[in-house]
Every structure is written in structure tokens, then in C-alpha cells.
């Protein structure tokens, strides 16, 4: 069976994270081998690396850099492995995410992370492994800050400004207008309205 990769992505206090365990339940439901993962993260390596793009303060550069280092080791040692076995690969934040946040939230330069993106996911023949399916869970920055508010302690993106987050919507509405994998989910809605345009997505791509 071929391996499916399915991401999610979406501002800080978007709430997609709180749909994977329903995700991979529905996939797994239909007889599918699921792993879950996310960005920065999913091996040792990379969790280390999340640890200190999230905590210590760092230029753009060097924030691009350790993200797509992270990247690297968590394509090689995770990803796609399970896409070889046929799994359903389920992965919270990719590299959408390093292109609203570090190119539209930090203003960085987006033809570098182009190039970054094809020395790290460049595959045979020129192609990029890119997700088959991306959700976009799209929120106001000003909705999403109001859900954070007191939910945790925040880390370095999660206390930025509201405007940075304006900035970080932007460069996820610039990246899914030059991607048909994206689907838009109003996160705005109820969970269980959420839910049902989450359905309708895969439905709607014979998934």
C-alpha cells in the first residue's frame, strides 16, 4: 500500500494538534499502519535541536539552519522510512512552517529557504518530498492569542507579539496559494464543526 503524508499546520493556538489523535484513529479504522510524529522533532537528534530553536534566542539564520538540520534527520530516520513501509504519516508542522515563521514571521529571506528546502528534501531526478495533504488550520492571531492565554507556560514563538503572528498567517497564506496540497480549515468553528471540514478535506481528495 503507499505511504500517505499528511501534515498539519497552522499559527500557534490554531488547534490542530488536538485532531491528531482523531486522525490517526479514523486512518487506523481503515486498516492503516500510522505514525505520528512532528517539527522540529521526531528523533533524538531533532528533539534536541527543537529544544534550543524554542528556548535560546537566535538569529533568523541560524533558526533556518537548526530547523532544516532537524528536518534532515527526522526525513532520513522517520519519515520516510514509514512512507516506504506504506504507512500513514501523520506529522505536526513541516516545512510550511519554517516559511511563516521564519520567513514571514522573522521577515527572512524565502528564495534561501527555498535552497535549504532543496538540499533537505530533494529527491531523485530533482522532485521534493513534499506532504501528499496538507491542513491548514487557519485562525486570527488575535482568536488564537486569547486561547493561549494562560494555557501554558509559552516558549519563544508562543510569546511573540500578535502582529508577529499577522505576519506568520501571511506566510502560510502566500505558501498555500502556491500549493494545491493545501486545504484551508476554518479554525474558528467549534471542534466538531473542525472536525467535519477535516472529513470533508480527505473525502473530498478520495482519502
Not at 46 to 66: F, G, H, I, K, W
Not at 116 to 141: H, M, R, S
Not at 174 to 187: E, K, L, M, S
Request: charged share 25%; aromatic share 8%; hydrophobic share 45%.
Amino acid at each position: 500500500m503507499k505511504g500517505l503524508f499528511l501534515t498539519l499546520e497552522g499559527i500557534d493556538g490554531a488547534g490542530k494538534s488536538s485532531h491528531i489523535d482523531a486522525l490517526e484513529a479514523l486512518f487506523k479504522a481503515r486498516g492503516r499502519q500510522v505514525t505520528r510524529t512532528r517539527e522540529p522533532g521526531g528523533t533524538p537528534i531533532a528533539e534536541t535541536l527543537r529544544t534550543m530553536v524554542l528556548a535560546q534566542p537566535m538569529d533568523a539564520l541560524t533558526e533556518s539552519l537548526l530547523v532544516f538540520a532537524a528536518r534532515r534527520d527526522h526525513l532520513v530516520q522517520v519519515i520516510e522510512p514509514a512512507l516506504a513501509r506504506g504507512d500513514v504519516v501523520l506529522c505536526d508542522r513541516f516545512t510550511d512552517a519554517t516559511f511563516a515563521y521564519q520567513g514571514g514571521g522573522r521577515g527572512f529571506d524565502t528564495a534561501l529557504l527555498s535552497t535549504l528546502e532543496q538540499w533537505v528534501q530533494g529527491q531523485a531526478g530533482g522532485a521534493l518530498l513534499q506532504p501528499d495533504i496538507t491542513l491548514w488550520f487557519d485562525l486570527p492571531p488575535e482568536l488564537a492569542a486569547e486561547r493561549l492565554a494562560g494555557a501554558r507556560l509559552p516558549d519563544k514563538f508562543e510569546s511573540q507579539p500578535v502582529e508577529f503572528f499577522r505576519r506568520v498567517a501571511a506566510g502560510y497564506a502566500q505558501r498555500a496559494a502556491t500549493a494545491p496540497r493545501f486545504v484551508r480549515i476554518d479554525a474558528s468553528q467549534s471542534r466538531d464543526q473542525v472536525w467535519q471540514q477535516i472529513e470533508a478535506a480527505l473525502a473530498g481528495r478520495g482519502l
